[in-house]
């Protein structure tokens, strides 16, 4: 019995062996040595962080080339340089990563349900889309806290999640598990490249910043101290804050929430007191950079537009060259802006900021006369951007105005710029109502002449800043309301003497809804003038894009002479060349060349990584989004607006070129930070208690 | 077919293999984190265990009762499913790669499967015939299958929610498996 159990055994025993190490041989696969070696180099966590079930798999991974050595989201540099090592990879440093929570509201927001079921923000999203009435705002039952694999995460005492920048791996777990893609991973990289999607938390202050700048955020930062926080975050979207923060009309103010208590947040106060605190400081705060690509992109202009895309590209790890084709960078910020509204010092200082991280210039260089996209193409530069803005004044179609003491308002603004010495008399008669024509004015008062400016129109439908007309009028400028020029009149010299003109009455109302001045017949009336400045309005001059005969041009042009390109990715029809700012939009603000340079660096990114490829959300925010646009704002406190500081005062400002405005002091700032609402898609920081809101319709 | 039928039922729900016989805690508990991992597992098992369950049949048929070694029957059932589960690796490893990968690791966690074991053991003791003993391990295969697959739903769940620190991951998972275990004890008046 023993002796057959143990033959038995020993039989089947060795009846297995055999046939396995028949098969062994016959059906061997050969398997890399690798994957177990790496896998013995990963923690071994299997926290499925890498997105590959469990270590094994994210080795195999490795090992087949479907991963880099960087994949795992837990293991420490060592362990990637070992791994790196093993499969003749290099490692790079990888850019930082962390979530980032893109809601401001949470709990505070409207409640429409006190949702009383399971207590996880899925199945909430799923049954009424929720607890809170706002379509993307954080529903606060903490579903990414749960998932957190690495204890980052915990809910702040909002009610809104907190990440721990320090414990945060970004594993994308708590992005991948909330519903309401409230948070995402974030690095530099990507935040340069996101454009507002009508999916994120935009404020309506936001939402009307042509340059998109995450305002709430930064002025959140300031109220909470981390001014140097407030620089970093407007830096993400503009690098020209300290000049935005002096000569932005603030589009963003006219939608501020607070309009709706009292007077709107001085959002470009803030801007300017923070950017005003890195000046005095002296020093640029670091700005970061992605890795080096070593492509070389050529940047025509090097005004607001082309400093912008410069900056952008340089942030993307590209590298630009301005070409400039004036003694200085700064376009029509230097030449177009007095020196008392934008101190010339104070500009160099910010464009020096840019430069130094790594931007090449060539001034004095000009584009169709000194090189063009071919000679570029030719030296190496995969990418061109055309930010050339819109230099040439527009006529007032009047007789005689080609004589001699009349000038165009951006020629004359830009002369006075450059030093050069302008005979302008003792009467200086101004036409237009926008902000150049202010400027021109102003820069005549200093210049010791009496100014008066001839506006067709009324004073209320004058497009210049309220505050700049005020100051101008403080300064003692003068105006005449509802004339339009007809003609100017020379001397024998051929110098102009007179400019006749017409006084004009409203009319019906015309395309842009104003109703338009119409010409009183024999109202004809004759005013001395040593020095006539046109300052109607300003249009790209893009003679410098055709060849020699004036016939062809490389790119589409429009009869406003802007040129034609892409809307979302501002592509010419040449593809790799790229356009942005005045010479694009015609005549706009500092901050809209600012976006659209940022616009275009993002667009030569993807085409000089992607092979052309520029991708363009569908949630794309356009418009504002109507539903976040209150007209009552309930609860909150009326509190008084900061007023800027003037600088200097009487003769002092009429007779120098010395700064006018001042920034605010560091209480008044704060003061102001607090003011602000805070606000997201359809919630707002309330300062009071509104007990009877606070009933809620229980599901 | 009624008696197949019934085979099944009392299979799956009735005397399910690990929530009325106990057998295979270590991988219901181990694979039960996901219900895509739980699939892999459910399906591993259900394949393994018609193979095995047929092979030892015939052992215990053709080589232990004729010479009357039946006591050797655990040791060679040992023997013989943990061979035949690495044959199986081998073989789809080179002859079908993607089933293989699809079933990944899972076949080697079977090896030492108390499951597969049991269900092999058990058709013994019935005295099932090889027809019916195929019927019953690929029946009780899927009972497995569906009480992973729901214990891995319930547990995805779980992993979202707030636990208590030191009842996370496998001790509030024995906890549910309890439950489940006395939920399908409803099944027991049913045949
Ligand atoms: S779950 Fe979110 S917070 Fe936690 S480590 Fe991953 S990315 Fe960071
Ligand atoms: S209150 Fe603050 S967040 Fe709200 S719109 Fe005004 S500036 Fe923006």
């Known amino acids: 019995m023993i002796t057959t159990s143990a033959l038995t055994l020993f039989g089947l025993g060795f009846g297995s062996a055999a046939i396995l190490s028949v098969a062994s041989k016959l059906l061997y696969v050969k398997e890399d040595p690798r994957i177990a070696q790496v896998e013995d180099l990963l923690p071994g966590a299997n926290c499925g962080g890498c997105g590959y079930p469990g270590c094994s798999g994210a080795a195999a991974a490795i090992v087949s080339g479907k991963a880099n050595a960087g994949v795992c989201v837990v293991a420490e540099t060592e362990a990637m340089v070992a791994i790196a090592a093993l499969m003749g990879q290099t490692i790079e440093e990888r850019e930082p990563e962390i979530a980032f929570r893109d809601c401001t509201g949470g709990t505070r927001a409207e409640e429409r349900f006190a949702y009383a079921g399971i207590m996880d923000c899925q199945a909430a999203a799923m049954l009424h889309g929720g607890s809170k009435s706002c379509p993307e705002g954080c529903l606060g039952l903490g579903t990414c806290v749960a998932v957190c694999p690495f204890d980052a995460i915990h809910m702040g005492p909002e009610g809104l999640p907190v990440v721990d920048p320090d414990e945060c791996r970004a594993c994308g777990k708590c992005a991948e598990a909330c519903p309401r893609g409230v948070i995402s991973i974030v690095g530099m990289t990507s935040r340069l490249l996101h454009l507002n999607e009508v999916t994120d938390c935009l404020a309506p202050c936001r939402q009307k910043c042509p340059g998109q700048i995450d305002i709430p955020r930064y002025i959140q930062q300031i109220k909470a101290g981390d001014y140097d926080g407030a620089v970093n975050t407007i830096k993400e979207r503009n690098p020209l804050l300290m000049v935005c923060g002096r000569v932005c009309p603030r589009p963003c103010e006219t939608v501020c929430r607070r309009n709706n208590v009292d007077s709107p947040v001085g959002i470009n106060m803030l801007k300017r007191f923070v950017a005003d605190r890195e000046l005095h400081g002296g020093t640029h705060l670091p700005v970061p950079c992605a890795k080096d690509t070593g492509r070389k992109v050529a940047v025509i202009g090097g005004g607001p537009a082309g400093l912008s895309c410069a900056y952008f590209l340089r942030r993307l790890g590209h590298s630009p060259t301005i070409f400039e084709a004036m003694p200085a960078l700064g376009g029509q910020l230097r030449y177009g802006i007095p020196e008392y509204r934008l101190p010339k010092a104070d500009l160099d200082w910010e464009i020096q900021g840019i430069l130094d991280l790594g931007v090449d210039v060539h001034l004095n260089k000009r584009f169709g006369k000194d090189y063009d996209i071919e000679s570029l193409k030719q030296d190496g530069f995969e990418a061109v951007f055309l930010g050339i803005g819109a230099w040439q004044a527009s006529g007032m179609y009047a007789e005689g105005e080609d004589l001699e003491g009349v000038w165009g308002g951006i020629e004359f603004l830009t002369a006075h710029a450059l030093g050069q010495s302008i005979d302008i008399g003792k009467k200086v008669i101004v036409v237009g109502g926008g902000n150049t024509a202010i400027d021109c004015a102003r820069t005549c008062v200093r210049l010791g002449a009496e100014v008066i400016m001839l506006y067709r129109r009324t004073r209320a439908e004058m497009p210049a800043n309220p505050e700049e007309i005020v100051g101008a009028e403080e300064e003692g400028v003068q105006f005449k309301f509802l004339a339009a020029p007809t003609r100017v009149v020379g001397d024998e010299n051929g110098r102009a003497t007179h400019l006749e003109y017409k006084m004009m009455e409203l009319g019906e109302p015309d395309a842009s809804g104003r109703r338009r001045p119409e010409p009183v017949e024999g109202s004809e009336t004759l005013m001395e003038a040593d020095l006539i400045i046109p300052a109607i309005g300003q249009k790209p001059d893009l003679t410098c894009l055709y060849d020699d005969d004036a016939e062809s041009c490389p790119v589409e042009t429009t009869r406003w002479q802007t040129i034609v390109a892409d809307p979302d990715t501002f592509q010419t029809i040449v593809p790799g060349v790229f356009t942005a700012g005045d010479v694009f939009t015609g005549p706009d603000l500092v901050i809209s060349a600012v976006g659209g340079g940022r616009k275009a660096a993002r667009s030569i990114h993807y085409h000089l990584q992607q092979d052309g490829d520029i991708p363009i959300p569908d949630t794309l925010q356009r418009d504002l989004i109507p539903y976040t646009m209150f007209k009552e704002v309930t609860g909150v406190r009326q509190s008084e607006r900061a007023q800027m500081p003037h600088l200097c005062h009487g003769d002092e400002r009429n007779c120098t070129f010395s700064e006018v405005e001042g920034a605010l002091s560091e209480t008044e700032a704060l003061a102001e930070a607090d003011r602000c609402l805070h606000c997201g898609l359809t919630c707002y920081d309330r300062d009071m208690e509104q007990p009877e809101e606070k009933e809620q319709q229980i599901l | ?191």
């Open chain 2, 1 to 191: 077919m009624q008696e197949y039928f019934l085979l099944f039922i009392a299979a799956i729900f009735v005397n399910n293999i690990v929530l009325a016989q106990y057998l295979g805690n270590c991988p219901f508990i181990g694979t039960s984190k996901n219900t895509g991992v739980a699939i892999g597992m459910g399906a591993a098992v259900v394949f393994v265990a018609v193979m095995a369950t047929a092979i030892t049949w015939l052992v215990q048929t053709y080589l232990l009762e004729p010479l009357g070694l039946g006591f050797l029957q655990t040791l060679a059932f040992i023997l013989v499913i943990a061979s035949l589960v690495q044959f199986v690796e081998m073989f789809l490893k080179k002859m079908v790669p993607p089933l293989y990968k699809s079933l990944g690791i899972f076949l080697p966690l079977i090896t030492t499967n108390c499951a597969v074991m049991g269900i092999a053991l058990i058709c013994q003791r019935k005295e099932f015939t090889l027809v019916k003993s195929v019927a019953f391990a690929a029946a009780s295969g899927v009972g497995f299958m569906i009480a992973l697959v729901v214990l891995a739903g319930i547990r995805e769940r779980l992993e979202i929610r707030r636990v208590p620190r030191a009842m996370r991951g496998t001790p509030v998972g024995l906890v549910m498996a309890g439950l489940m275990s006395l939920a399908f004890f409803a099944f027991k008046g049913m045949i």
